[in-house]
């Protein structure tokens, strides 16, 4: 059974940081690229970066230069570290793990940007 399990979602104050976490199981994880969307309320779903299984990176305009997604292939999880926080950044975030027409999601982790 495959399980993709969003964590570190959190309410943060405009210009703090926060580093999500996308654990799985049930896939071998290093053959998928992993990737970050999110969905702002009234919004639709964005790309906000994504990792190949050769470590290449790619960032959607909304959040590029503040947030970095990496991989840990020996604990089967991938990153998305996220700094300056703006309220517009406010969402649910999905993980998405992806091979080719085979694909995976998690249900999600909220974070909040506000004063």
């Known amino acids: 059974q495959v399980q993709v399990v969003e964590s570190g979602g959190d309410l943060v104050q405009p210009g703090g940081s926060l580093r999500l976490s996308c654990a799985t199981s049930?896939?071998?994880?290093?053959?998928?690229?992993m990737s970050w969307y999110r969905r702002g309320p009234e919004k639709q779903r964005e790309l906000v970066a994504h990792?190949?299984?050769?470590?290449?990176?790619s960032y959607g305009d909304s959040m590029k230069g503040r947030v970095t997604i990496t991989r840990d292939n020996a604990k089967n999880t991938v990153y998305l570290q996220m700094n300056n926080l703006k309220p517009e950044d406010t969402a649910v975030y999905y993980c998405?793990?992806?091979?080719?027409?085979?694909?995976?999601w998690g249900q999600g982790t909220q974070v909040t940007v506000t004063t």
């Open positions: 990792i190949t299984t050769q470590r290449s990176t």
């Open positions: 049930g896939i071998s994880f290093n053959q998928y690229i």
């Open positions: 998405r793990a992806g091979r080719g027409a085979e694909e995976y």
